[in-house]
């Protein structure tokens, strides 16, 4: 599989465009610290609908808990994430 790490990046950072305007506007806030949005990010089926690679969110998800994490940390590098 092409570098892994390189499409999950891509897969969350599609994921938050879609949902993160929403979770933003809910939370009434301009912006959430990374932790919040690698949460939301990993949230029910949010890759695998917004991710737009299947594959790669698939073998992502079979991963232990702390390697997901690792992924996503090396993914959102910014300290905050916002509109």
Same mark, same amino acid.
């Given at each position: 599989?092409?570098?892994?790490?390189?499409?999950?990046?891509?897969?969350?950072?599609?994921?938050?465009?879609?949902? =993160?305007? *929403?979770?933003?506007? #809910? +939370?009434?806030? !301009?912006? /959430? @610290?990374?932790?919040?949005?690698?949460?939301?990010?990993?949230?029910?089926?949010?890759?695998?609908?917004? =991710?737009? *690679?299947?594959?790669? #969110? +698939?073998?992502? !998800?079979? /991963? @232990?808990?702390?390697?997901?994490?690792?992924?996503?940390?090396?993914?959102?590098?910014?300290?905050?994430? =916002?509109?």
């Amino acid at each position: 599989m092409e570098d892994l790490q390189k499409r999950v990046t891509r897969a969350a950072d599609l994921t938050w465009q879609a949902i =993160g305007d *929403d979770i933003l506007t #809910v +939370a009434e806030v !301009r912006s /959430l @610290p990374k932790e919040d949005v690698i949460e939301a990010v990993l949230d029910c089926d949010y890759m695998e609908r917004y =991710g737009e *690679d299947k594959e790669a #969110v +698939a073998a992502f !998800r079979k /991963l @232990p808990a702390d390697e997901q994490l690792d992924m996503l940390h090396k993914a959102f590098r910014c300290k905050h994430y =916002g509109f």
